[in-house]
């Protein structure tokens, strides 16, 4: 099994690999945080780096596959690995019957997009578990909108400018692909994007108050929530699951990022920390 | 409704005075966390700052409790504290049961240990739950070692040469006190001591592999589980619970904790982290 990932599915792949029997090889961008790399170490897969671009990462992918024979499994664009993906829908929809059975569940589900692959396949879910009627919202980094601006033009767009995005959600730099355009075009009901400083924010947020140690690709999602443009465009939806989409996160850069953060919206003032 | 607490405590009570409609008045020493500041404010508790001492934090809190007429509740001495904290040890119980039914739930429960409240708390009530086959093994910084002399003397126990400790567990540096010092005595049947190196290692595992947000006290009982000293005294139990006992993390100060911690033992070395 091969792939290119810079992290969550290389680790997905590695441990899958691993249950199985199988070996796995991962290509990955040579800027990837060393805590990715050593968690898809340590479950046995073997990596190689590349340069971090799209290209570089696809092109590494077809030479290992060349060289070892293996099969390439893609991060987002692999219709089985949209459908594993969609399952967090699933749980999210059921959870939320758990919750609310009275009302009917979630009213609104809210997912960061890179690739595209969790959020079609939680899209797809969640549409067709609710006959439609549950909104799906995904949720972008400004810096890296190239899913925001495909779906309004109506065609796969790039990066701006074609270059490498430099949002600090490193998860959600990759492009929509020819499989997974379609589900967001036609699954997904808004695309929101938040600023580098709203992503920190919301990262922060959770970390903080809720304990869980989410990557900037995660707090894309809470970031969304709290926006104005979410307020303005879904405020009347009371239920909303946020998909928390992985913890990858290099702590030394992070807390460097989360360090400047906004502060939680309590009225105080963090100066000491910014000393 | 008046306490001192560096954090977790005062967090606490801070909310329940606001849910039941009283005011809080918490005396902080002056170093602890701003994060734990910024919950305590903004769930509407005053805060007066005193010295980081145990004498500073009482005198304080009886200037306070004079100043306002409040009542003292201390944040691990008082019984109805110990009581409520407790309740970690049932729900714990409960899981463990729901989780092994055939086996009979829990064989071990490790809980960091400070003042003594939470941990005797959890004692009771696993002692008391399991007929007293549950095996309570509290665990301690080596720097802030006061409660296992304390539990091997046979009497509480100051801080060593009358210093305030230094450790990174902020949260455990409270000595036992009168209630929660027989508590410890009779109900704990062992305390496992843990070096600052091994804490930051176990904080690091739990925020890198599990994605919780832990603050270094809570790692000193994953610390102790992972401990040689826990292998060879309680090795044969298998089902072992953790109390990860608080998440008040100020982030800047983690950074160089954890950055320079030892990685997960997954056979990479991370030392592009310290460069």
């Known amino acids: ?26 290509v990955m961008p040579s800027n990837a945080p060393v805590v990715k790399r050593c968690a898809v170490e340590g479950y046995g897969a073997k990596i190689t780096l590349c340069e971090p671009t799209d290209e570089a990462r696809a092109r590494g992918a077809s030479e ?6 293996g099969a390439l499994v893609h991060p987002s664009n692999d219709p089985q690995i949209i459908a594993g993906q969609g399952t967090v829908g699933l749980e999210l929809v059921e959870q939320g019957m758990e919750t609310w059975p009275a009302e009917g569940g979630l009213e609104c589900i809210v997912v960061p997009i890179g690739g595209g692959g969790l959020t079609g396949g939680v899209a797809v879910a969640a549409k067709g578990l609710s006959g439609g009627s549950l909104t799906v919202v995904a949720a972008e980094p400004e810096l890296a909108d190239d899913a925001c601006r495909s779906k309004a033009l109506g065609a796969i767009q790039g990066h701006r400018d074609g270059k490498n995005p430099t949002t600090i959600a490193d998860g959600l730099k990759t492009l929509l692909g020819s499989n997974t355009f379609p589900l967001i075009r036609d699954c997904v009901d808004d695309i929101i994007t938040v600023s580098e400083a709203d992503i920190a924010a919301a990262t922060r947020l959770v970390w903080e108050r809720m304990k869980l140690a989410i990557e900037p690709s995660a707090g894309v999602g809470v970031a969304a929530v709290m926006s104005p443009a979410f307020r303005s465009r879904h405020g009347d939806k009371k239920r909303v699951g946020v998909v928390l989409c992985g913890g990858n996160a290099d702590l030394p850069k992070l807390l460097g990022i989360l360090s400047t953060a906004a502060p939680a919206p309590s009225g105080c003032v ?6």
């Open 270 to 275: 963090l100066e000491e920390e910014q000393a």
């Open 64 to 69: 290992v596959c060349a060289a070892t024979g």
């Open 1 to 26: 099994m091969v792939t290119h990932s810079s992290g969550n599915h290389a680790a997905a792949l590695a441990w899958a690999a691993a249950a199985t029997g199988r070996s796995a090889h991962i």
